[in-house]
């Protein structure tokens, strides 16, 4: 089955929130003091999240990704991770991480099911990246991603915000891990889902980091794969790994949306920075696999045909990256 929205955007990924605490403080995501506890109430259980994903998947859905805050802190992700896994029609089950636990996680996750790994990392430098977690081990992740490999994954997807005058500089080392360590890149756009002062002064267009890139680099334009979503992809001519840019701030990104979201509480949204959002809660408690479907169901049709965080004012409420899932 085909799920399609008003405007004729086929929508088949679903990106999972389990849990928004984390291990890290990302300045770009969260607060120092990290995220206002829930209650433990609020977060939904194993068992709840696997009804939606079954949901979901019924009506359409082919990929999940997996996702946080941090997915790895929360006990039980692996068993949790086997019972999605084994969801009939789910074709591709992925998950994202900021590294820190893969290099003793991974065997577990490749042997729960997991596909592919993204991991989060925007800077190669100890101090830089440290400055950016506030207090992340580097090494930590990079035996992380070692281990990843060694457990059977395809070298993970990185995914760096760039950030100008942070990170910025960084932006060919990191071109240079799709030959040399053969991973594919993501460059993404720094949002301002903290609605901070003067965000765009960390702003780098898309254009520009591809400008930079391919003012060192030849390159060529690669096919997508079916579930990509909206990043322009490409390939330094001879490397393994490719090179993608989401523009999801200056550019044609909502377009080509392709997902929507549920938070660890339950909250389902068809775009990130809308504050249209469906409580999944009073169809879980007791469960109602037919409302919750037609729940989700709306959330598609009614997925807004863009968003306007680049313009003065714009009106999302104020939350954390964590909160949602990034
Ligand atoms: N903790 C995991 C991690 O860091 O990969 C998963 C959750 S994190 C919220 C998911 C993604 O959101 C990360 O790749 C992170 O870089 C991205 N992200 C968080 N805040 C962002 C922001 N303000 N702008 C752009 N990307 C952001
Ligand atoms: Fe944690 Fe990921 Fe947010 Fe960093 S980006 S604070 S690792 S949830």
Known sequence: MQLTDSLGRTINYLRLSVTDRCNMR?????????????????????????????????????????????????AGIVDFLFRLSRIDG???????????????????LHAAGVQRLNVSLD????????????????????????AAERAGFPPPKINMVVMAGVNDGEI???A?????????????????VIKDEGWQRYS???????????????????????????????RIQGAQGTLGIITAV???????????RVTSTGQAKGCLFSDDTADLKPYLRPPDPVQLAQVLKAIVTAKPEGHHIT??????????MAQIGG
């Not at 190669?124 to 070692?146: Q, S």
């Not at 313009?311 to 954390?320: I, L, R, S």
């Open 172 to 174: 060919l080392d990191f």
């Open 90 to 108: 789910l074709r591709h089950l992925a998950l994202t991480t900021n590294g820190l636990l893969l290099e003793r996680m991974a065997a577990d």
């Open 204 to 234: 780098i267009p898309g254009e520009e980091i591809l400008r930079r890139i391919a003012a060192r680099y030849p390159l060529e334009h690669v096919c997508k794969g079916a579930y990509a979503g909206p990043s322009r992809d490409f």
């Open 26 to 74: 990302c300045s770009y995501c969260m607060p120092a003091e990290g995220v206002a506890d829930q209650g433990h109430d609020a977060v939904l259980r194993y068992e709840e999240l696997l009804l939606i994903a079954e949901a979901a998947v019924g009506l359409g859905i082919e990929k999940i990704r997996i996702t946080g805050g941090e997915p790895l802190v929360r």
């Open 311 to 320: 313009c003065d004012g714009y009106g999302h409420k104020n939350f954390t």
């Open 123 to 146: 800077s190669l430098n100890r101090e830089t990246f440290g400055a950016i977690t506030r207090g992340g081990d580097l090494d930590a992740v990079l035996r992380g991603l070692d």
């Open 176 to 192: 240079e891990l799709t030959r040399n360590r053969g991973n594919s890149v993501r460059f993404i756009e720094y949002m301002p």
């Open 250 to 260: 200056s550019g044609h990104f909502c377009e080509e949306c392709n997902r929507i």
